[in-house]
């Protein structure tokens, strides 16, 4: 008989900086379960450049949040760090959730652009209120929301030149994880012309499954590959799953498409029954 798998309370916000993670870690807060995992890429000498942050809001809501530091640029790692802290000082204050992230964002922004070091970070959060969730992403860091059938609910669009000829049609999925310019961002913290794109309130079933991760994930899957992965089946095991799939493809173990190498975070989410 399977083990029965323990969901830790989340009581207050949780900051994983410069994780490696051995196994996917399960929390629950306000009716919402959640596994996460987060580590470098295969090989790397270097630390992770992704951070990850849990948020409850009181009895009702939680924010999840992964920040990704732009690779090439020095303290990418900091970046993404700096960004998830802002998030969560803003939010202890703010009237309501979607105003601290919004202010934590903008507040990140500044911080870094005031700096003389150039770095800039990824973001992708969601506002999760009952059984309503809402988007906010900066750059090439995901949101996807599929029902256990396999239907996509919600998907963002990576603030990216590849993203966005896959959004007007000018660019196959595929060709779009061999593109030579697939690690170029068009949008990121860190920047005068950094712009946050919020979604519009999406409702969660509760056999429908969220997912929140870096382009580690979205540069080495497909969107079809991804939604099959994970909905259905234990919220453990899925990330397991969908963690292996990715690493086969850097590793080149799996050679149907041309893996990339990079650091990954992935966070899984399912209301409770």
Request: charged residues 20%; glycine residues 10%; hydrophobic residues 40%.
């Amino acid at each position: 008989m399977p083990k029965k798998q323990h969901y830790q309370t989340l009581e207050k916000p949780l900051l994983l900086a410069r994780p490696a993670c051995r196994e996917p870690a399960l929390w629950q807060a306000a009716g919402t379960l959640i596994s996460v995992f987060s580590r470098p890429a295969p090989g790397k000498e270097t630390e992770n450049e992704d951070c990850v942050a849990l948020i409850p809001v009181h009895d009702s809501g939680v924010v999840i949040a992964v920040a990704d530091g732009v690779g090439g640029l020095p303290q990418g790692a900091a970046a993404s760090e700096l960004a998830l802290q802002s998030v969560i000082s803003c939010m202890a204050t703010a009237a309501s959730p979607r105003e601290g992230i919004l202010e934590g964002i903008e507040l990140a922004n500044r911080s870094i652009l005031e700096r003389s070091v150039n770095f800039a970070t990824t973001l992708a959060v969601v506002e999760i209120e009952g059984d309503s969730l809402r988007t906010y992403h900066i750059g090439d860091s995901g949101i996807v929301l599929t029902g256990q059938r396999g239907r996509i609910k919600l998907e963002t669009n990576p603030h990216s030149p590849t993203g966005d000829g896959v959004r007007g049609g000018f660019l196959e999925p595929l060709d779009a994880l061999q593109h030579e310019d697939r690690n170029i961002v068009s949008n990121v913290i860190g920047s005068q012309e950094m712009h946050i794109e919020v979604g519009s309130p999406t409702r969660i079933a509760p056999r429908d499954t969220g997912l929140v991760a870096s382009d580690g994930l979205f540069d080495n899957l497909l969107s079809g590959e991804i939604v099959e992965t994970i909905r259905r089946g234990p919220l453990h095991r899925a990330t397991q799953t969908l963690i292996d799939f990715a690493t086969r493809r850097m590793d080149a173990t799996d050679t149907t498409i041309s893996g990339h190498p990079d650091d990954l975070s992935v966070v899984l989410f399912r209301k409770s029954p």
